[in-house]
């Protein structure tokens, strides 16, 4: 038997991030008025606002007194772990109108809901299928371009017709500038969905890239930490470079983007890429030593796990490193792809790009993806949905390797 592990969680966001304060402090400070004038006594609507991201951001927008806030979220348990933070948390929670929904954001119970609703001010949206593994097989593969796409085109329609987000945000991702992965492909096509004029309700629409979220759901870093409390071996692509901002950061992103972005600009924070863009085994090696762990390196995922007990004893920890060959992964992240350029984001944390609309809205791409989705029995031509993504998205050149990252530790 391993004895649990403790660990101070300050201590390893600190020793992952480089910092002990946020990034964003400085428009968070200088733009504090114009953000409350840009929530206070509105109406605000949040999709998937019971994930890491999405949560994060709600909390935020908690503390700037809109008028209502309700939060959708297909996870039940995600919305309530939302209730109790906010209502536990120093200050409570003082919104009048405050609301959760364990709604499916593309389903028909929300398009019935928003025909319903009075109009929202703000809507930003966090719904999202977000990892690469997620094009493991044909099936994940189409519900990751449901909700990414095809959900999404929906949504926006019901949004429209019921006058709903003169502001409206969704999240996207750094992997959507010069996809590998169908992932950042689906994204790259959520962003066009984003700008669609003829989605919009005449208002500002903005989205956001991200670096990693640390420990956020899902990450390889709350895996790390999982790992631990298992007292399994920690796991790591050799050679692969990420950017990380806290999950506290990850709202200020979003909060930033969504009420002050200019119209059609995609944000993204300003991190330096020779400071900043971290290799991850050097990562899971500051995780181990903040735990308290002095790492082991392992090429065998079978003896790093049979070695996790007797090392334990000796206060150090097996960290298997693999190769970076599962399709869609990059080496690296970038916020800027194929044929953007930097525009003015008026933040000082924040850069941007203005987006550049690709030929997926109207070359029947869109109409090929609705009829996968849609469809009960014949076959799916994954080869077929690729070339017709290829065509349209600038800089996407599919990684295809046969692996996925289910088949790896």
């Known amino acids: 038997m391993i004895d649990a592990v403790s660990y101070d969680q300050q201590k390893i966001d600190a020793a992952v991030l480089g910092r002990n304060y946020s990034h964003f402090t400085r428009d968070l400070l200088e733009q504090d008025e114009a953000l ?3 929530v206070g006594a509105k109406r605000v609507l949040v999709v998937g606002g019971g994930g890491s991201i999405g949560s994060a951001t709600t909390m935020l927008l908690a503390d700037l007194r809109p008028g209502c806030l309700h939060v959708v979220d297909q996870s039940e348990n995600y919305l309530a772990e939302l209730v109790r933070d906010l209502r536990g948390r120093p200050g409570g929670l003082d919104v009048s109108d ?23 001010d703000l809507v930003l949206n966090f719904a ?12 994940s593969l189409l519900q990751m371009i449901d ?5 999404h085109v929906r949504f926006r329609r019901w949004l429209k017709a019921g006058g709903h987000g003169r502001r409206y945000f969704a999240v996207s991702t750094d992997k959507a500038a010069n996809p590998t992965s169908l992932m950042g492909a689906s994204k790259r096509l959520m962003e066009d969905v984003v700008f669609a004029s003829d989605l919009s309700t005449s208002g500002i629409d903005t989205t956001a890239r991200f670096a990693n979220v640390a420990f956020s759901n899902g990450s ?35 909060l930033l983007s969504a009420l002050l972005g200019r119209a059609g600009s995609v944000l993204f924070p300003r991190l330096d890429p020779v400071s900043e863009l971290q ?12 735990a308290g762990f002095q790492a082991v390196l392992f090429d065998d995922e079978r003896e790093a796990r049979e070695a996790v007990a007797a090392l334990a004893r000796e206060g150090r920890w097996p960290l298997l490193l693999t190769a ?27 850069d941007a790009v203005k987006h550049v609309a690709t030929q997926a809205l109207t070359d029947d791409v869109l109409a090929m993806l609705e009829d996968a989705v849609s469809r009960v029995d014949g076959a799916v031509d994954k080869q077929g949905i690729v070339d017709a993504i290829q065509r349209v998205i600038p800089g996407f050149t599919h990684r295809e390797t046969g692996k996925s990252l289910d088949d790896r530790l």
């Open 36 to 38: 409350r004038a840009a």
């Open 98 to 120: 405050f609301r959760t929904l364990p709604i499916d954001y593309g389903s028909p119970v929300m398009g019935r809901f928003l025909g319903e609703a009075a109009p929202y």
């Open 128 to 139: 999202a299928l977000k990892h690469v593994r997620s094009e493991k097989d044909i099936y």
């Open 147 to 151: 909700t990414n796409v095809v959900r």
């Open 220 to 254: 390889l870093l709350q895996g790390f930490l999982m790992r631990l409390a298992k007292g399994q071996p920690l796991a790591a692509p050799r050679d692969t470079r990420r950017y990380f901002v806290s999950q506290r950061e990850s709202g200020e992103i979003c």
């Open 279 to 290: 290799l991850l085994e050097d990562i899971a090696v500051r995780v181990l030593d903040a």
């Open 324 to 350: 970076l060959d599962t399709s869609g992964e990059k080496p690296y992240e970038e916020f800027v792809g194929a044929g953007e350029a930097r525009t003015e984001s008026g933040l000082h944390t924040l």
